[in-house]
């Protein structure tokens, strides 16, 4: 300790008596104030334990005195925008899907809700308005692999396709190729001609039509129908309309035919609350006016 | 002497040019340091002219809110209201809507037009008489006057040391002037809700939060305003001082000192005495009324100046003097420097009320004004707005047919529920349909729409055939009132995919 305190000649500034290859070291301190405040928020961060959840436990935590949590926070908000939407929204909860589509108000309601909810979790697969992409239905138009009634809508969208739910929409289009195949490789270029000419499409020269016929009367018929229109319960697409889920090109068709399809839509009934399906469905269904 | 001193130090009454060695030496703090007024009071027609004013204006300011308007059963029964909840504006038989605020602009450019020819016919009629910083400050200068008593009392009473009855006294006057500066902030939020509703709300504490605040807000601007900050708010905050003194012109009339008559000075005993010699004596007496009731602490007789609000109160104190000594009245008189310069002449003088300048003033107020009315008069009260979907923009069905889908808001303003039928034009075989809605046996799409409101649907249109149509042909939304026969349209696309 020395009692002589060392001034540097240049700044007149104290030094702290360190000196490190000739350089000595100026005593520059926090200022007082800013140290005082500094143990005033220590002091106050006390008031922080008693009053707020502080301390981990080995099962749990220290509640604090008013039992605060962002949990509990958003729970009450969550309550209070429910408050706000009011009776006219709380009856989307009971009133029948019908009833709220002939409804505008509840229409409204149903669809300014069902609206963020797709976003959130149809839009990813399906696009942001719906239109869909190959091989994820473009929902805006007439086309419904499952039906397009609001209780068809709604209950694919609870259960979804081939999802692993046991309500799930099941049916899937088999595989006719490979190496120990149903059909050879000439047998589904015809095939795939064939239904091709179903809806007007131009027909590979050389394409033995009959034979065509005769290989979808055999293999495709039972589920997509004798004129290729298609079954609602398990979802075999209309093969004689416009619409083409995979595309409509001879190569994409005969893709489909040898390795099959079975895209699959999640059990939405597993994930999201009722109110929010039942908006969801009014939602999808708006879009295109159904079928 | 001192007087004219006073006001050079002030800075705004004398341009003097200095030497720079003159401003070097100069030592005049950049900012006047403010000098407290205290008017003296007043009588004569200029200030009856402002109490009646002033008793008209905020009658109007604090009565407005209660007066009663019937417009039916379901909408509010108060004349002027502003009512944010529901974004309507009510003002007697008119009803606006947000998307038709911009009428506020064609009032906002009436008044400032109005401010334009008052200023070119009287000066500034404005500032003297109806801007609510005058009247408010008048208000409070008269509690003033009533507890503390006139200019001579009120400069004494602030210079001796306070007693317990003094502070009585500045007691009294600080809680009437809040209590006024309270009472005009709470008049203030009763355009905004049902007033008596809210008053009953207030007294009970069981008013929005937010009405405090305002009453809060505008409690201490008035206080602060009217009872602390006064003059010096025309002098240094507001910018009209400075935009009148660009506008004005020399026909215009202002309160002006007629220097003709009044110089030279002298006082009354020797302004006799050099009379009576056949001498030359201006009327003025320097007896100093006109400074002593000024509200803003100036001195009319230096002439036009930025701090003169034009309230005319020296032309009562100086016809008042004039009157007692035996001169005619009006030395000081709204007048302009022209006619001091033609009764110096001998010729008589002439007021042109009709010039250039009053006549485009008033030519474009009744043009601004025409129009507004023409607007007003033939607005619609049934409006569409459609909005088509970006994503899909078109969207391809089953049988080839084309559809596109479109949001469209219908707009009520009648104050009854309308019957009205949906047409896309410009399309042919288009079939329009409206989710939701069953159109069974109906040709087109009809909907009903609320009294004052407005409907959101979902409208779709498909076109049989792409045939014959171009990638995006113009079309047309018409929405038709099937009681009245009133339509409205907007235009919009029907794409191809």
């Known amino acids: 300790m020395t009692h002589h305190e060392e001034h540097d000649t240049v700044t007149g500034t104290a030094t702290t008596g360190h000196q490190w290859d000739g350089i000595k070291e100026l005593n520059t301190p926090l200022p007082r104030w800013w140290v005082y405040l500094f143990y005033a928020t220590i002091i106050w961060s006390v008031g922080y334990w008693v009053v707020y959840p502080t301390w981990p436990t080995i099962s749990g935590y220290t509640t604090g005195w008013f039992n605060y949590s962002t949990r509990a926070q958003v729970r009450a908000e969550l309550a209070d925008l429910e408050k706000l939407r009011g009776e006219k929204a709380a009856v989307i909860a009971t009133a029948s899907l019908r009833n709220i589509v002939q409804d505008p108000t509840l229409l409204a309601i149903a669809r300014a809700r069902g609206k963020p909810a797709f976003g959130d979790n149809c839009a990813p697969c399906h696009g942001s308005g719906g239109a869909g992409a190959k091989g994820y239905p473009n929902l805006n138009d007439d086309d419904w692999l499952w039906g397009g009634t609001l209780d068809d809508i709604k209950q694919t969208l609870d259960f979804g396709v081939r999802s692993g739910h046991p309500k799930a929409r099941e049916g899937s289009m088999v595989p006719f190729g490979g190496k120990d195949g149903i059909l050879k490789k000439e047998e589904i270029k015809t095939a795939a001609n064939f239904v091709r000419s179903l809806s007007g499409l131009s027909v590979a020269p050389g394409t033995d039509l009959n034979a065509g016929r005769k290989l979808f009367a055999d293999n495709c018929a039972s589920c997509h129908g004798d004129g290729g229109t298609g079954n609602k319960e398990i979802g075999a697409p209309n093969l004689a309309d416009k619409i083409w889920l995979y595309g409509s090109d001879e190569a994409s068709i005969i893709e489909g035919i040898t390795n099959g399809r079975g895209a699959v839509m999640p059990a939405w009934s597993e994930r999201l609350d009722p109110v929010t399906l039942k908006a969801l469905a009014v939602y999808i269904y708006s879009l295109s006016g159904g079928k | ?497």
Not at chain 2, 326 to 344: F, T
């Open chain 2, 1 to 497: 002497m001192t007087l004219l001193l006073r006001m050079s130090n002030n800075g705004h009454a004398m341009n003097k040019n200095l030497t720079p060695a003159e401003l070097e030496a100069n030592t005049e703090p950049l900012y006047a340091a403010h000098k407290k007024v205290y008017p003296q009071a007043v009588s004569g027609r200029f200030r009856r002219i402002k109490w009646g004013l002033m008793a008209v204006c905020l009658g109007i300011y604090y009565l407005l809110p209660f007066v009663r308007w019937d417009r039916g059963p379901d909408a509010p029964s108060q004349a002027v209201l502003v009512d944010f909840p529901n974004s309507r504006f009510y003002f007697f038989f008119i009803e606006l809507w947000p998307q038709e605020v911009y009428y506020f602009t064609g009032l906002l450019i009436l008044a400032a037009l109005a401010l334009f020819l008052m200023n070119a016919i009287g000066g500034r009629i404005w500032c003297g008489y109806l801007c609510p910083q005058t009247v408010w400050t008048d208000l409070f200068y008269a509690v003033e006057r009533l507890v503390e008593g006139d200019r001579r009392e009120r400069i004494k009473k602030d210079d001796s040391k306070l007693t317990a009855g003094r502070v009585a006294e500045l007691a009294t006057k600080h809680t009437i002037w809040i209590f006024i500066a309270w009472w005009t902030g709470g008049a203030w939020v009763l355009y905004f809700a049902d007033a008596p509703t809210l008053v009953i709300d207030l007294a009970t504490f069981r008013a929005p939060v937010v009405a405090y605040v305002w009453i809060g807000i505008l409690t201490f601007t008035t206080y602060a305003l009217a009872g602390f900050m006064r003059e010096q708010v025309c002098v240094y905050m507001c910018p009209w001082p400075r935009i009148q003194a660009a506008l004005t012109d020399e026909w215009a009339l202002n309160v002006t000192y007629r220097y003709d008559r009044g110089e030279p000075r002298f006082s009354l005993k020797k302004a006799t005495e050099l009379r009576a010699q056949g001498e030359r004596a201006g009327d003025c007496v320097d007896c100093g009324q006109c400074v002593a009731v000024c509200p803003t602490g100036i001195d009319i007789r230096n002439g036009a100046q930025l701090d003169c609000i034009q309230c005319g109160l020296c032309i009562d104190a100086c016809d008042a003097v004039m009157t007692k000594v035996g001169r005619p009245v009006r030395l000081i008189a709204y007048d302009n420097e022209i006619n001091i310069e033609r009764r110096v002449a001998g010729k008589p003088p002439i007021f042109k009320a009709v010039r250039p300048r009053t006549v485009l003033y008033s030519t474009v107020i009744a043009v601004v004004g025409s129009i507004m009315l023409y607007v007003l008069a033939t607005r619609a009260f049934l409006d569409i707005n459609v909005l088509h979907d970006r994503n899909p923009i078109a969207v391809a069905l089953s049988d080839g047919s084309v559809r596109n889908a479109y949001t469209v808001r219908l707009l009520n303003k009648r104050a009854y529920s309308r019957t009205l039928a949906l047409d896309v034009t410009g399309l042919s075989g288009a079939q329009v349909q409206i989710v939701g809605l069953d159109s069974l046996g109906m040709t087109r799409p009809v909907i009903v729409v609320g009294r004052d409101q407005t409907e959101e649907i979902r409208v779709l249109v498909t076109v049989p055939s792409r045939e014959s149509l171009d990638k995006s042909t113009d079309v047309a939304f018409v929405v038709t009132d099937l009681g009245l026969g009133e339509m409205a349209a907007a235009r919009d696309h029907f794409i191809l995919p």
